[in-house]
């Protein structure tokens, strides 16, 4: 995924080209008043109240290249995926003929082998760069676009949202601490088909120690599960929000409400909206041959979110941590294909919750 919600991708897709165009040399003399420190590192926005303890360490290392032989989305050059704005107020959710669901087969599959291989990378001491440096590699290995790079002019080929960042963390030069958790969000386009998934996973013995953290990345793991088991023909997208918060409130947990699931196909982001909480008003019933995503973005503290001066940084209002696992999903004619199935080999994977209860 991302995300970053319908409305604001309708609201960036007409202004944004003006906007951006003003901000390299804006930024070049702003960058004039960071402190940086002996390895050249910086924080872009010294004077912004952030929520919890995570920054930004910049400088972002140069866009990464994408060899000329493979196909890109619309949107690789300007950052504008045209083909989703044509389609967006398009009340029909698109059912995918045997040959396009082959197509997403294969996209997916390539998905899951790519945040296999950078999920193995994950370690205290390492980079989100470098992180990202390994998406883009091993996507382009397997002839394939990165799909997050340029979207809506997102400047890398991955997600890589830490602790308190409920999504679109920009990867940069800050090192993965132990007891730190990372969702890693890996989206690649092949054949002309877009596969998305995100998982989140424990950084260091410290993250695996600790009976919140535990607890808010199984939980949310688990809602994404029980949201899978509604998905059949005639499963109404807003009942999968009611499943999912009912759940996450059962352990404690909040539901982030302004992102959401959404449509996937020849284009990332398209209809319909899956929203993740109770008593939305999402529209569609699902049918066979449709794809989307389920992906809830739960937290130990408050749903409510705030946004970085980067425009994408999006992290809870109390600095609380969150959590958020995806996968891309096909309806079939007796209930749902896991299309980006963890494989017996992948990295991560659930593990007990601890029992904190106290007797007496």
């Given at each position: 995924?991302?995300?970053?919600?319908?409305?604001?991708?309708?609201?960036?897709?007409?202004?944004?080209?003006?906007?951006?165009?003003?901000?390299?040399?804006?930024?070049?003399?702003?960058?004039?008043?960071?402190?940086?420190?002996?390895?050249?590192?910086?924080?872009?926005?010294?004077?912004?109240?952030?929520?919890?303890?995570?920054?930004?360490?910049?400088?972002?290392?140069?866009?990464?290249?994408?060899?000329?032989?493979?196909?890109?989305?619309?949107?690789?050059?300007?950052?504008?995926?045209?083909?989703?704005?044509?389609?967006?107020?398009?009340?029909?959710?698109?059912?995918?003929?045997?040959?396009?669901?082959?197509?997403?087969?294969?996209?997916?599959?390539?998905?899951?082998?790519?945040?296999?291989?950078v999920a193995r990378e994950v370690r205290p001491g390492v980079t989100t760069d470098y992180l990202d440096e390994v998406t883009?590699?091993?996507?382009?290995?397997?002839?394939?676009?990165?799909?997050?790079?340029?979207?809506?002019?997102?400047?890398?080929?991955?997600?890589?949202?830490?602790?308190?960042?409920?999504?679109?963390?920009?990867?940069?030069?800050?090192?993965?601490?132990?007891?730190?958790?990372?969702?890693?969000?890996?989206?690649?386009?092949?054949?002309?088909?877009?596969?998305?998934?995100?998982?989140?996973?424990?950084?260091?013995?410290?993250?695996?120690?600790?009976?919140?953290?535990?607890?808010?990345?199984?939980?949310?793991?688990?809602?994404?599960?029980?949201?899978?088991?509604?998905?059949?023909?005639?499963?109404?997208?807003?009942?999968?929000?009611?499943?999912?918060?009912?759940?996450?409130?059962?352990?404690?947990?909040?539901?982030?409400?302004?992102?959401?699931?959404?449509?996937?196909?020849?284009?990332?982001?398209?209809?319909?909206?899956?929203?993740?909480?109770?008593?939305?008003?999402?529209?569609?019933?699902?049918?066979?041959?449709?794809?989307?995503?389920?992906?809830?973005?739960?937290?130990?503290?408050?749903?409510?979110?705030?946004?970085?001066?980067?425009?994408?940084?999006?992290?809870?209002?109390?600095?609380?941590?969150?959590?958020?696992?995806?996968?891309?999903?096909?309806?079939?004619?007796?209930?749902?294909?896991?299309?980006?199935?963890?494989?017996?080999?992948?990295?991560?994977?659930?593990?007990?919750?601890?029992?904190?209860?106290?007797?007496?």
């Open positions: 995924m991302l995300g970053i919600g319908k409305r604001k991708l309708l609201l960036l897709s007409g202004l944004f080209q003006e906007e951006l165009g003003r901000l390299p040399s804006a930024f070049a003399t702003h960058k004039g008043m960071h402190k940086t420190n002996a390895n050249g590192h910086y924080n872009p926005f010294p004077y912004f109240t952030f929520t919890g303890p995570l920054r930004p360490v910049y400088p972002l290392s140069p866009k990464r290249t994408v060899p000329p032989h493979i196909k890109r989305p619309d949107y690789s050059e300007d950052g504008n995926p045209k083909s989703e704005r044509k389609f967006i107020s398009r009340n029909n959710i698109k059912v995918l003929d045997k040959k396009e669901q082959e197509g997403m087969r294969k996209a997916c599959r390539i998905g899951r082998e790519v945040l296999d291989i883009h590699n091993a996507t382009i290995e397997r002839n394939s676009y990165p799909s997050p790079l340029n979207y809506v002019r997102f400047p890398k080929s991955v997600c890589t949202s830490v602790n308190e960042v409920i999504c679109h963390g920009i990867p940069d030069q800050r090192v993965l601490l132990d007891g730190d958790i990372i969702n890693i969000d890996v989206t690649v386009y092949h054949g002309g088909f877009h596969g998305d998934l995100n998982e989140t996973y424990y950084v260091g013995a410290k993250a695996l120690a600790d009976p919140d953290i535990v607890r808010l990345v199984e939980t949310t793991r688990e809602c994404l599960d029980q949201g899978i088991q509604l998905v059949k023909p005639g499963m109404l997208f807003r009942d999968i929000g009611g499943v999912i918060e009912k759940h996450a409130k059962s352990r404690g947990c909040g539901v982030v409400k302004t992102y959401c699931g959404h449509g996937i196909n020849q284009l990332f982001h398209t209809i319909p909206n899956v929203p993740h909480y109770a008593k939305n008003k999402a529209v569609g019933i699902a049918k066979p041959g449709m794809c989307f995503t389920i992906e809830p973005m739960i937290t130990l503290g408050t749903y409510k979110d705030k946004t970085w001066p980067d425009d994408w940084t999006s992290v809870t209002q109390d600095g609380s941590k969150t959590a958020q696992f995806e996968h891309t999903l096909m309806v079939t004619e007796t209930g749902v294909e896991v299309l980006t199935a963890r494989l017996s080999d992948s990295p991560g994977g659930p593990i007990p919750i601890p029992d904190t209860k106290r007797e007496g």
